[in-house]
C-alpha cells in the first residue's frame, strides 16, 4: 500500500493492494469523525466513523486509525478493488456541547485511482 | 427508506430567474442540512434545520433561502443567483443533533447562465 497525505490529490494504486489515505484534522475539539467516498455524479457515501474515545474500527475491508495526539486520521483499504475508485474525505466534528447541533466539517479530499 | 431524495437532478437557470430545490427524507431524521460543493472541492455547509428549525446559517447570501415545511422536507430557494452559484448542491440528514453519520442525496446540479 502507500501512504499520501492529503496535500497530494491523487492516490494510485494496484487492484489487490492495501491502499491508506491519511487525513490531518485541525480543530482538536473534534470529537467524532467519519470517512466518505464519493463517486462521480454521486453524494457522498458513508464510509466508516470512529468517536474520540477510539484509536481503531474496522469495518468490511476498511479500517479507521484515530491517533488523537498529532490530529491525524487514516483509512485503510484491504485488497482495493476498482470500485473503490473515487474520491474520499474526512470529515470531523467538533463538540459544541450536549444538544448542541453537528457541523460536519470536510476536509480537503483525495482521489484514489485503482490500476487492473 | 434508507435514502435521501433530491430533485431536480439539474437544472439550469437564469440570473433573474426564482427556482426551488427539494430534498426529501423518509428515515425519521430530525436534522436536515443544505451543502454547496464545487468542481474537485469539498462540500461546504450552508444551512442546518434541527426539528423543523432553522439552527446553522452560515453566512450564506439571502439569495439563498431554505426552508422545512415539515419533518421529511427541506426546499432551498434561490433568486436572483450568480453564475459563481453554479455548483452541485447537496442535500444530508441525520439521526440527532450530534454526533451523527449524515445520509447524503446525490445532489442538483446547478448552472446559473
Known amino acids: 500500500g502507500e501512504s499520501v497525505g492529503l496535500h497530494l490529490p491523487t492516490l494510485s494504486v494496484q487492484e489487490g493492494d492495501n491502499s491508506i489515505i491519511n487525513c490531518a484534522y485541525s480543530n482538536s475539539a473534534s470529537d467524532y469523525f467519519i470517512w466518505y467516498k464519493q463517486e462521480s455524479g454521486k453524494g457522498p457515501q458513508f464510509i466508516i466513523d470512529i468517536r474520540s474515545n477510539m484509536d481503531k474500527r474496522q469495518g468490511q475491508r476498511v479500517t479507521v486509525l484515530l491517533n488523537k495526539t498529532v490530529k491525524h486520521l487514516s483509512l485503510q483499504i484491504a485488497a482495493t478493488q476498482p470500485g473503490d475508485s473515487a474520491v474520499y474525505f474526512c470529515?470531523?466534528?467538533?463538540?459544541?456541547?450536549?444538544?448542541?447541533?453537528?457541523?460536519?466539517?470536510f476536509g480537503k479530499g483525495i482521489t484514489l485511482s485503482v490500476r487492473p | 427508506d434508507t435514502e435521501v431524495t433530491q430533485t431536480p437532478k439539474h437544472l439550469v437557470m437564469g440570473m433573474t430567474n426564482k427556482k426551488s430545490l427539494k430534498c426529501e427524507q423518509h428515515m425519521g431524521h430530525r436534522a436536515m442540512y443544505w451543502y454547496k460543493q464545487k468542481a474537485k472541492k469539498p462540500p461546504e455547509l450552508m444551512f442546518v434545520y434541527s426539528y423543523e428549525k432553522l439552527s446553522i446559517n452560515e453566512s450564506v447570501p439571502s439569495r439563498f433561502s431554505p426552508e422545512c415545511p415539515n419533518s421529511s422536507l427541506l426546499n432551498l430557494h434561490l433568486h436572483a443567483l450568480q453564475p459563481e452559484d453554479s455548483a452541485l448542491y447537496l442535500c444530508?440528514?441525520?439521526?440527532?443533533?450530534?454526533?451523527?453519520?449524515?445520509?447524503f442525496g446525490s445532489g442538483t446540479r446547478l448552472t446559473v447562465v
Open positions: 444530508a440528514s441525520s439521526q440527532g443533533v450530534s454526533n451523527y453519520g449524515y445520509t
Open positions: 470529515a470531523e466534528n467538533p463538540n459544541q456541547g450536549p444538544g448542541a447541533n453537528s457541523k460536519l466539517t
